[in-house]
C-alpha cells in the first residue's frame, strides 16, 4: 500500500541514491527504465521540480520527446545488480523488465507507470526542457563530459505525486 508522502520526506534518501547506484527513470508505454543519477531536486514557480538530464542517443530520449510525463523510482539496497543493467543495456535490445525481473502498475496523478518494486517513486509532468548550451557551459565540464558533443536534454518535471510504500 502505497502512500502519499511531503518532498521533504524523501529528499536526502533520492539525493544519497543519486550519488550512489542510482534510480530509475521510467517513460514511454510499453515503460523503459533507465538509470540516472544526475538530477537537481528543487522549488520553481511555486512548484516541486525534479529536473532529469537524458542524452538524445537514449532509447528514454523517443518517450521523453513524445510523452507528457515521466516518474521515478527509488529501489531498495538489493537491486544494486538491476540498476547496473537498466544503466548499462539500452531497451532498444532488451526487455529490461522482463530481463530484471521488475513490474510496473500506472501512476495515479500522470500517464506514466512507476516500478512495483520501488521504495518511493515521484510523479512528474514535463513543464519545460532545453538542451544544455555549450556557450555557456564550463568548458571543463564540456572537456570531461561532453567530448562527442552530445549535451543533455534537460527535462523539468513538475512534480504532482510522491509515494513511498
Ligand atoms: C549509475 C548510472 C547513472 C546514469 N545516469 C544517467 C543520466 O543521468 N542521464 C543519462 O542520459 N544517462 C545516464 N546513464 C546511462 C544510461 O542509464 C544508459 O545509457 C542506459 O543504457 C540507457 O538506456 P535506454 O537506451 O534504454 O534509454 C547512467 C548510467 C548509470 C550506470
Not at 16 to 28: K, M, Q, S, Y
Not at 90 to 118: A, P, T, Y
Request: net charge negative; hydrophobic share 35%.
Amino acid at each position: 500500500m502505497r502512500t502519499k508522502v511531503a518532498l521533504s520526506e524523501v529528499l536526502l534518501e533520492t539525493l544519497n541514491r543519486l550519488d550512489g547506484d542510482g534510480i530509475l527513470l521510467v517513460a514511454g508505454d510499453p515503460p523503459n527504465p533507465m538509470t540516472i543519477g544526475w538530477s537537481t531536486i528543487g522549488h520553481i514557480w511555486n512548484k516541486d521540480v525534479m529536473n532529469v538530464l537524458v542524452r538524445p542517443v537514449r532509447y528514454t530520449f523517443q518517450f521523453m520527446e513524445s510523452e507528457e510525463d515521466f516518474s521515478v523510482c527509488v529501489l531498495p539496497d538489493r537491486y544494486r545488480k538491476e540498476l547496473n543493467l537498466c544503466g548499462t543495456r539500452s531497451g532498444r535490445d532488451i526487455n529490461k523488465l522482463e530481463v530484471c525481473n521488475l513490474h510496473v502498475e500506472k501512476c495515479s496523478n500522470v500517464n506514466s507507470f512507476f516500478i512495483s518494486e520501488s521504495t518511493i517513486h515521484f510523479e512528474c509532468r514535463i513543464v519545460h526542457k532545453h538542451f544544455l548550451d555549450p556557450a555557456t557551459l564550463d568548458p571543463a565540464i564540456i572537456k570531461r563530459y561532453y567530448p562527442q558533443k552530445d549535451y543533455h536534454m534537460v527535462y523539468y518535471g513538475e512534480i504532482v505525486g510522491i509515494f513511498r510504500n
